[in-house]
């Protein structure tokens, strides 16, 4: 079945480094999704990308979706201790599933002060 | 998204009880999504609803797990004789009319979490 898998797992960075997580589907996607979720908390939309090959900027985060659109990322610059929280790639199913969102595994992000 | 309301937030269930869980979709959304987040791990698409009607439940266990979006009111996840590998966070989210694959998302509530002792 349609898998998307993020890597790495989890990350541990010191305030400042920078912080990317990947996103990878078995299969050809639609639009990418990116939501992040904070320990206890629920998943927050934070932005869809459409385009092959799109780049969005939203303050420290860029997110990239790939030119075969099978993958995407997410690149903090410059992590805050609000960075902290686990943060998902999601997009529709394909063939008889485009009415559910798949959710990639995660990467948990983790920021020492 | 605070517009999707869960209830409640926290429920405690011994095993063999019912389990019941609500939810409200944001005003304008009429399409609603139900997943499943075990303990330090992603979110597993359960159930997606329309007013009335069951659109996909191809993520739903087959048996004590049913889900209903009535005319009227919120939608209902059912547990029925819960056991200990219920214990989860359930998350209900809601999208305006419009295919996935057409650029709509979705957007969650807090979420409710069951805890089967």
């Known amino acids: 079945g349609q898998q998307v898998m993020q890597i790495p797992q989890y990350q541990h960075v010191q305030e400042g480094e920078d912080f990317t997580t990947y996103c990878n589907s078995s299969t050809t996607l639609s639009n990418i999704q990116w939501y992040k979720q904070r320990p206890g908390g629920h998943p927050v939309f934070l932005i869809q990308?459409?385009?092959?090959?799109e780049v969005k900027k939203q303050k420290r985060l860029t997110f990239q979706f790939g030119e075969a659109k099978k993958n995407s990322s997410l690149h903090i610059t410059a992590t805050q201790t609000t960075d902290v929280g686990t943060y998902f790639c999601?997009?529709?199913?394909?063939?008889?599933?485009?009415?559910?969102?798949?959710f990639g595994t995660g990467t948990l992000l983790a920021v020492q002060p | 998204n605070a517009g999707v309301m869960q209830n409640p937030r926290h429920l405690v269930r011994r095993r063999g009880q019912e389990a019941r869980l609500r939810c409200s979709p944001m005003?304008?959304?009429?399409?609603v999504y139900w997943y499943r987040q075990l303990p330090e791990e992603g979110l597993k698409f359960m159930v997606y609803?329309?007013?009335?009607?069951?659109?996909?439940e191809s993520g739903m266990p087959k048996e004590r797990f049913s889900a209903e979006f009535p005319k009227e009111g919120p939608s209902i996840l059912r547990i029925q004789q819960v056991v200990r590998g219920d214990s989860a966070a359930y998350f209900c989210?809601?999208?305006?009319?419009?295919?996935?694959?057409?650029?709509?998302?979705?957007?969650f509530g807090e979420g409710s979490w069951l805890t089967v002792v």
């Open positions: 989210a809601s999208s305006r009319p419009g295919a996935l694959i057409s650029g709509n998302t979705i957007y």
């Open positions: 005003k304008g959304h009429s399409h």
């Open positions: 990308l459409v385009k092959s090959g």
């Open positions: 999601a997009g529709p199913g394909y063939g008889g599933a485009t009415n559910k969102l798949i």
């Open positions: 609803l329309q007013k009335e009607n069951i659109i996909d």
